[in-house]
Each structure stands twice: as C-alpha cells, then as structure tokens.
C-alpha cells in the first residue's frame, strides 16, 4: 500500500527545548518484508500533517473539540482507511455508510459510493481473494464526526463490516513509523520517565493528556509484613529475572549472579518498617479448591500454575515465586484487593470472598516451588539513606525528582546514554530497564518526534492500549481470535476433576463459552460498560458463569468511552423515541410461548424465572434497557449466528426478513423485534 504522507508530530514546545529534541535522532527503520495481518491501516491528516495506525474498522466518532489522534492539532480533519477486503469466493454485496461528514468509498478502483448523511451503494462483486478498498473521509466543520461503513448481501442485512474481513500490510513504511512512536510514547508514560527526570514544561497537569501519565507505583506500605526480605533482595537486584517484562529496572549494577549488597540493604530497611505477619498454618485439603478456583475464575488465562517452570507459549506471568514473595496473610489480603495500594494495578479486582481467597492462597502457597537463597546480610540503616538517594521515591512516592539528570539535559545527549544505552558501560550507573532494540528506537523515534502529544489522547486509542496492557483477550475472544483461556483445555482439566463443581439446574457451568469482546463498543451503553469494567455492577448479566469478570476501576472510563467512539458511537445514546401503546403490546406476545417466539423459555423477565432453560440460559430481559444499543439488539436478533458463531440464540427469520409470525405485522422481523424493545423499555431493575 502507498501512502503520501510521512509521519509528523506537532510541536507546542519552547524554541530552545525544541533544539534539544533535535539532538535525538530518528532511528532508521529496519527492512521488514510484507507481511499481512487483519485490519486496516489508517492515516489522519490535519493542519497539513499526518499520523498512521493501524485501526480494526472502518468507524469512527470524534466529538467536537477533540483530537482524532494524539499527534494532531483538534479540529477539522480528514481519515483514510486502506485495506483489502478478503472474500472466499465471488460474491455480490452493497455497501452503506452513516456519516457526520463526507465520505467517499473506492473498491478495486471504483468509486461505489459517495456523500454525507446515510449513502447505500448499488451492488457491487468481490472478487474471490483481495479487493482494495480506500475510505476516505472528511470531518465537518462543525460538530462531532464520525462514520460507519456497513454492508449487506442476500445472506445477511446490513451489518458493520467485521474486523476479520480486513487484512493491510503492517510492513508498510508509515504504519511501522506511526506504530513506532506510539510505542514510545507509551513506554515513555509506563516506565515513568519523567518521574526521575524532571520535564515539568513537557508534561500536562495532573489528570489530563495521556492517562498513562497518571499511573502510579505500588506504595511501599507496610512491606515487612507482605514480603520475604530474601525474595524482596532478589527483586531489587534484578526484576526482570523474576518477572518477564516488569516496570521496573535494575536499579543497581552489581555482579551478574550476585545479590548486590546495596539490594540487599534496601529489602533489610523495608522488612524492618513492619512486624511479619504470622497465619495460620495452612489447610492443605483446600489445595484442589484453590486449584479449580484457578482455573475456573481465569486466573490460569494471565498466569502459568505455581508448579510450572520455564518458558511459556502464550507469554503468561509466573507465579512459581509467590511462596517465596509473600507473607500468607498479606497475600490473601492482596487477592482480595489488589488495587488497594496500587490502583494502576493490572492484576484485577475479581471481589473474592474471604473462603475463595484463602482456597487460592493455599492453592498458590503449597504448590510454589521457586526458592531464593538468602541475600548477603542487609543494613536497614544503609538502607534508609539509599531509599533518599537512589530515586526509589520518585516513582513510589510520588517525590519530585531530585537525583537524576533533567529530561532536557538527556536529551543533549542523543539518549543514547544513561538508561537508553545499549550496554553496561554506556549505561554506567543509570538503571536498567532491560530494552530490546526495538523499545530503544521506539523511545529515540518519540523523543525525536517530540513530546506534544502527552498532552493529549485519543480515547479510542487508550482503550486499544488498555485492552492490550490488561489482556482482555487472555480470557474472551476478539475479532477471530480464541482466547489463551480456551486454549488450555489439558492444563485446566486436572485441577477441575480435583474439585469437580456441583452440576444442577441454576447452578455455575465451568464450559461455558464467555462473550466475545468483537463488538462490544457497539453492543454496550457506555454508562453501563463503565460500572461493569470497574467491577461495581449490581448484578452478573449471565450468573450461570462460573467465570467472574474482575474489576478494573482505574481503566474503565477510559475503555467503555474508547470502545464506543471506536465503533462510530456517541457517548450519549440519542433520545429514545416516544413508546407505541400497540408495539409494547404486541412485544408482550412476541415475548411468550402463546402466539410468540417463546423467548422467555431461556431468559428469565425481571422476578419470572425462564420455563425451561436446559442448556441454554440466557440474560435476564430486564437488563436490556440499560445494558445495550438499539443498532446492536436489532442486528443481533436477526442473525445472531453472525455475530457469534458459538451462540445457542436461535435466528427466526428468513433471509428475506420474514418469521413465521403472520399474526405481526404480516411477519416482519425488523418490526416484531422493534416491538419486543419497546416492550423491555417498560422494565426497570
């Protein structure tokens, strides 16, 4: 794929700063042969600079006011989406697009469709095989933009067009730049950069720009009461040789296989701030409940069991240390809440209570084999002077930064020094954070670029960052991808068959496919995705999981408002249109088994139980007023094979849109379903 234009970030910096970015140099990017993935690639275009990444649809909304992208001024901009439309055979297929704005749509060089508002093309034929399809879009002037691209066949009404139909070359030039930069730029907030080097004029105020800025680090707290001052040693030492990909660095740079001594006197200070916290011994029968638990609450999707050892297939994090890590009582407390002194935390809130935790405490405990030999003997007094001067609290405490270079000053240098240097002797008494080649360049191509964009985001983009960062699809699919969840079928089936669960009607099914997160910008109210992502929900929309889906209060606005926009959709659902008495009458019967769809066997409606459930229980109507969108209950009604193919949700109408209800509205599906919804309108739970 061609693309015109290079990858530009803005700049609001000073003159002189600006002269000091210049001494980083942009990395030249690697040769990389094509290579073809799903998606699409997207450049923005505004204020005559662009910006590159890859994007899953072609949709979009931005509200007035608001960047497209984080590397662009706000205001007018235009988007173009390229890609190829991949087809198993010939087929025919028209393509609509709803737009605030104007967009024109060109398949394998002709121009289907063009306009503003709602514009449908005529038929058009996919060629088996690649189509090139280019979107291209224009914001108004005034207003919030956005589009969706849509389209439809004889085997299917209209519907968006799927991730899993695109595939772009990630090879190309300036997706690879863009993607570069985004990068660093991450990396630049995570690894907390700024909190040792000081850069008050790159940085927004606290709570706006990136929000990754605004992470924070586990509060030190009490952790002689927590923590196994040979393991703390050990981690101080050298994070990464316990945890792959940890935040935080080699602070000091002692002899490889060695426990520093200036390591082991920070673990002494810190054991010594608390008394250890003796439990009781542990109850070994609660091992394979524990065991089951972690495998049935998806502990398993994100971590390797505590008897595994060596590398892992799917890049889960160990747990082999955790007896050595922890005090018994301080785990089970942790399990039970683990953002309580770490809110950027990325293991989850899963709001066990005080039986399941202690089942998994002594599940990880007794099954733990890693051991750490104990460290040279610490001095807690040398320690305490080491937490003032080794930068510790910068990041821990939130203290300014006092005892490395200001930002600016590295930058002089070409970052290609101190903690950016490629060895040890570059590096000389920097810390550590153990970058590949490609996070180094990543972090010189954004400190080249400039530093503009911190002072901005995209909240399509930080759902996308956060739904990578927290892995979301370790435990639900996503655009064609299984989860890692479902893939560790003979890991799983020992530790279940230890502790098997109670089978019964009403009772939790352990094999239970959960939901695809696909479509789920479209399928939720964003008001409602942000309680359930935060894990404050009132209620379990499918209480037949024995699956939990854990809280992650400090993301949640930030990816239900992403998911949204991402998928074309306003944060504020339009005015709901005044109910018909007739309609919510005949939804009612729609409803039931006496002239109806007998949707009530599997769904239960409010305080109704549903009449015979089986295998296939289903939601409670009566969330469905505050849980989803219009756009997505009607498509999902019609063809919900389409939407996931492991649904036990039957389709009742026919390709030409009709059911076998002639009583309604002469067999009109669109029209029975619309009044099936005003009829759950009238519900409140």
Not at 5 to 31: D, H, M, N, Y
Not at 451 to 469: C, M, N, T, V, Y
Not at 487 to 503: F, I, K
Request: proline share 8%; with cysteine.
């Amino acid at each position: 794929m061609k693309f015109a234009a290079c990858f530009v970030l803005i700049a609001f910096l000073s003159p002189s700063l600006r002269a000091q970015e210049g001494a980083v140099k942009t990395p030249a990017l690697t040769e990389a042969a094509p290579a073809l993935k799903p998606g699409l690639a997207l450049t923005f275009t505004a204020g005559g600079k662009s910006d590159t990444r890859t994007a899953r649809l072609v949709a979009l909304e931005v509200p007035a006011s608001q960047p497209a992208t984080p590397f662009l001024p706000a205001g007018p901009f235009a988007a173009k989406w390229e890609a190829d439309i991949v087809s198993d055979m010939r087929a025919e297929f028209r393509f609509a697009a709803e737009v605030q704005g104007a967009v024109k749509v060109v398949l394998n060089g002709a121009t289907i469709l063009e306009g503003s508002a709602r514009v449908e093309s005529p038929a058009v034929k996919l060629q088996k095989g690649a189509n090139k399809l280019a979107v291209e879009f224009t914001s108004p002037a005034k207003g919030d933009a956005l589009l969706r691209l849509l389209w439809a066949s004889k085997e299917f009404s209209w519907e968006p067009v799927p991730p899993t139909a695109f595939q772009h070359n990630v090879s190309a030039a300036d997706l690879r730049t863009g993607e570069r930069v985004r990068a660093g730029r991450l990396l630049f907030a995570e690894l907390r950069c700024a909190a040792c080097h000081e850069a008050a004029a790159l940085l927004p105020a606290r709570g706006e720009g990136l929000p990754e800025l605004a992470q924070d680090a586990p509060q030190f707290g009490e952790l002689g009461a927590k923590f196994n001052e040979p393991w703390l040693a050990a981690w101080i030492n050298d994070p990464h040789a316990i945890r792959p990909h940890a935040l935080m660095p080699k602070v000091f740079d002692g002899k490889p296989g060695q426990i520093d001594e200036r390591a082991a006197d920070l673990a002494a200070y810190f054991v010594s701030l608390g008394a250890r916290a003796e439990g009781q011994p542990l109850d070994g029968a609660l091992v394979p409940q524990g065991g089951a638990l972690f495998a049935d609450f998806g502990c398993i999707a994100c971590h390797t069991r505590p008897d595994a050892d060596g590398k892992d297939a799917h890049d889960r994090t160990p747990l082999a240390h955790v007896r050595a890590k922890w005090q018994t009582p301080a785990l089970t407390e942790y399990l039970k809440d683990p953002a309580k002194n770490f809110a950027w935390s990325r293991m989850p809130h899963f709001r066990l209570s005080d039986d399941e935790a202690a089942k998994l405490t002594a599940y990880l405990f007794l099954s733990a084999k890693r051991e750490f030999p104990a460290a040279p003997k610490g001095d807690a007094t040398r320690g305490a002077q080491l937490l003032a001067t080794s930068g510790c609290l910068n990041c821990h405490a939130g203290l300014p930064p006092t005892t490395a270079p200001a930002l600016a000053a590295t930058l002089k240098t070409g970052w290609t020094k101190g903690c950016l240097a490629p060895d040890a002797t570059a590096r000389g008494k920097a810390p550590d954070f153990a970058f590949t080649p490609a996070q180094r360049d990543a972090l010189a191509a954004f400190a080249a670029s400039g530093f503009a964009s911190l002072k901005q985001d995209a909240p399509a983009e930080f759902a996308e960052r956060q739904i990578a960062s927290l892995r979301c699809t370790a435990c639900h699919a996503r655009d064609g991808q299984a989860s890692v969840w479902s893939q560790l079928e003979n890991e799983m089936a020992p530790l279940q068959a230890a502790a098997p669960l109670e089978e019964g009607e009403g009772k939790p099914i352990a094999s239970t496919a959960l939901p695809q997160l696909t479509w789920l910008g479209e399928k939720l109210q964003p008001a409602w995705m942000v309680e359930f992502i935060a894990g404050h929900g009132k209620y379990k929309p499918r209480p037949w999981l024995i699956a939990r889906m854990p809280g992650f209060a400090a993301a949640a606005d930030g990816i239900a408002n992403g998911l949204a926009l991402e998928h074309g959709f306003p944060l504020t659902p339009a005015p709901a249109s005044a109910l018909a008495p007739e309609k919510v009458r005949a939804g009612e019967t729609l409803l039931g088994e006496n002239g109806g769809f007998n949707c009530l066997q599997c769904h239960a409606l409010g305080e109704r139980a549903a009449t015979a459930v089986f295998e296939a229980p289903a939601p409670n109507f009566a969330y469905v007023r505050e849980r989803l969108r219009k756009e997505y209950f009607d498509r999902w009604l019609l063809q919900p094979l389409r939407i996931d193919p492991e649904t036990k949700m039957p389709r009742f109408a026919d390709d030409d849109g009709k059911t076998p209800l002639t009583d309604f509205f002469d067999g009109k599906a669109s029209e029975q379903y619309d009044a099936i919804w005003q009829y759950l309108q009238t519900f409140k739970k």
